[in-house]
């Protein structure tokens, strides 16, 4: 880790990035602020969230930096951040020592999954809420849709009834939310198209099983499901 070069301790709401902007290279700029829409916020090192309300709106709004998360806080991530942040901030809330609370993350919009999740791996005595909801904290329920398919014939216009068909290969995706340890709580998401794909066999075993396309939960996980439903996940 390098030095701290924003730290976010105690109440109120702080606003990093821009809202509507997603991924594309563009120039840098200070907090997402200036007309340009830059790709990252120019913070010089580091975020530590010690407290408070965080909102992360649009691709690079932690900046280049590393997280780090240091007391109970609420996070908001838009759509535009992306699968890129929350990945982020799943790695910080893993990080996190024990007994330093709990981390809630509202998905303020849809976010397609094209690069596995973080494995949720919390310390002793922490906890995680992942849930949808507007940018004012409203429940809303957000879909979140990884990109596996099976090979066959597709409209190149879904919503048109009489689109042409084309045919598209197969595509494995990613698994969905793997908790590993720790108690998290999902709450008000649809969930889509994950695959957990299993290993390949060998000469003298078989392959390894693919469990929990959508959601696994291994032994030291503690999950909490509220509203959330699933739909084409292998």
């Known amino acids: 880790t390098g030095t701290v070069g924003l730290l976010i301790d105690g109440e109120g709401t702080v606003v990093l990035g821009r809202d509507g902007y997603a991924f594309t290279p563009a120039v840098t700029t200070v907090f997402g602020t200036t007309p340009e829409s830059p790709r990252y916020n120019n913070i010089s090192g580091d975020v530590e969230i010690a407290g408070g309300t965080v909102k992360l709106l649009g ?18 991530i838009d759509g535009n ?14 990080a996190m020592a024990a007994n330093t609370g709990e981390v809630t ?44 398919r099976e090979e066959g014939f597709y409209p190149v216009d879904p919503g048109n009834p009489g689109s042409v ?10 698994r969905g939310f793997f908790v590993l340890n720790g108690e998290v709580t999902l709450s008000h998401l649809s969930l889509s198209k994950f695959h957990a794909l299993g290993g390949d066999g060998g000469s003298l075993a078989g392959g390894g099983a693919g469990l929990g396309g959508g959601l696994f939960v291994a032994a030291g996980g503690d999950v909490t499901l509220d509203a959330v439903s699933f739909d084409g996940n292998r």
Do not use: C, K, W
């Not at 709004?61 to 997280?67: E, P, R, T, V």
């Not at 995680?128 to 329920?141: S, W």
């Open 59 to 76: 691709y690079g709004a932690l900046g280049s930096g590393d997280l780090s998360i240091t007391g109970a806080t609420t996070i908001f």
């Open 81 to 94: 951040a992306g699968q890129g942040v929350l990945n982020q901030v799943l790695r910080a809330a893993n």
């Open 105 to 148: 993350i509202n998905l303020t919009g849809a976010m397609t999954f094209t690069m596995p999740l973080e494995v949720i791996n919390l310390a002793a005595g922490n906890s995680l809420v992942i849930q949808g909801t507007d940018m004012a904290g409203n429940v809303t329920t957000q879909a979140l849709t990884g990109v596996y």
């Open 165 to 174: 068909f084309v045919f598209q290969p197969a595509v494995d995706g990613h």
